[in-house]
């Protein structure tokens, strides 16, 4: 989040914001809509044909606002593919581009990758064969086509959504197609006219205050009504990431939360306990198990800065890290 915010406050020449808006429906309706009175408003018959369903992939100019946008069959790598490259072919070859985009596994293909090298005049190493060491590479800023990814969960950092929003309240929201030809044709002619007289530059200004403390609340209430939604692995994600907040941004957090949040683990120990026995036998819960399995040490952990205690732990704390248990030195 931090790395996208920044982006945005200090962004490079050319930056861009991609991403699928897919099952855009046509709808026809069978009734004519009733028209406004003095008193009421429009109405609308319930009663709809669908038609099938459009996809596209917009890409955004930052700093503009302007839309270049293809229609796609699928969000398959292919697809999206095309569109990327046929977007980088409008720039001289010796503009560095950067394009922001979600983690979804068709944005960091091997074909999307052998395409980016091939448009940015590079060799994509063939050893890279894990998804995750392609996202590295296509993150990497020693190419000219540089991407940011938006963490998991975090779409709503993409400002290309607000533009999803304008198109479909202004365009599609109570309008009736009679075929999916129709829509595409109707959506192509809010993007030409939204390019030509409305587009501008989404101006952002959140800087992620008082998420950190959100994320600690939720997680408290959470615990507090034992929420039957808790699979394994979710909790164990959210164990982890309190850990993560704590090492990283425990003074963006006011100390009296944190014992709130110490007071409520220790209170749902046993339901926390079950959840994560419920899951398999992989890395993730192996750590946090066995963690448990040590007594109370997290929630120690936690207390060593929310009470009396910081002054005797001050050098030396045990924390989990990933795969193995270290002491960690402050």
């Not at 750590?287 to 732990?313: I, P, V």
Request: proline share 5%.
């Amino acid at each position: 989040m931090e790395h996208i915010t920044e982006l945005y406050r200090n962004p490079p020449e050319h930056l861009f914001l991609f991403d699928q808006l897919t099952g855009l429906q046509a709808l026809s309706r069978v009734a004519p809509d009733s028209p406004p009175m003095s008193k009421t408003p429009a109405r609308q018959d319930f009663v709809y044909v669908r038609h099938g369903t459009l996809s596209v992939c917009p890409v955004m100019d930052y700093r503009t606002g302007r839309i270049f946008m293809r229609t796609i069959d699928s969000t398959k790598s292919a697809c999206i593919t095309e569109v990327i490259a046929e977007h980088i072919d409008q720039f001289p070859p010796d503009k560095t581009l950067h394009y922001l985009c979600d983690n979804l596994a068709g944005h960091s293909t091997q074909l999307l990758c052998d395409r980016v090298a091939e448009l940015a005049g590079v060799d994509f190493p063939k050893d890279l064969l894990t998804q995750v060491q392609r996202r590295d590479w296509l993150q990497s800023t020693n190419k000219r086509i540089v991407f940011h990814f938006l963490p998991t969960h975090g779409s709503w950092l993409n400002l290309i959504e607000i533009w999803f929003g304008v198109l479909r309240s202004q365009a599609i929201r109570g309008a009736s197609f009679s075929s999916i030809e129709e829509l595409e044709q109707t959506v192509h002619d809010f993007t030409e006219t939204w390019n030509h007289h409305f587009a501008h530059p989404f101006n952002w200004s959140y800087t992620g205050k008082g998420l950190h403390a959100l994320l600690i609340k939720r997680n408290i209430a959470w615990l507090k009504n034992e929420a039957s939604q808790f699979s394994p692995k979710f909790l164990a994600i959210q164990l982890v990431l309190i850990q993560k907040l704590f090492q990283n941004y425990r003074d963006k957090i006011k100390p009296k939360l944190w014992q709130e949040l110490l007071e409520t683990l220790i209170t749902k120990q046993v339901f926390v306990e079950t959840i994560l026995a419920e899951g398999p036998d992989l890395e993730l819960f192996g750590e946090l198990k066995a963690l448990l399995e040590q007594g109370l040490l997290f929630f120690y952990f936690l207390c060593a800065n929310t009470t009396g205690f910081r002054s005797q732990l001050r050098y030396y704390w045990l924390v989990i890290s990933k795969c193995h248990h270290r002491p960690v030195y402050f």
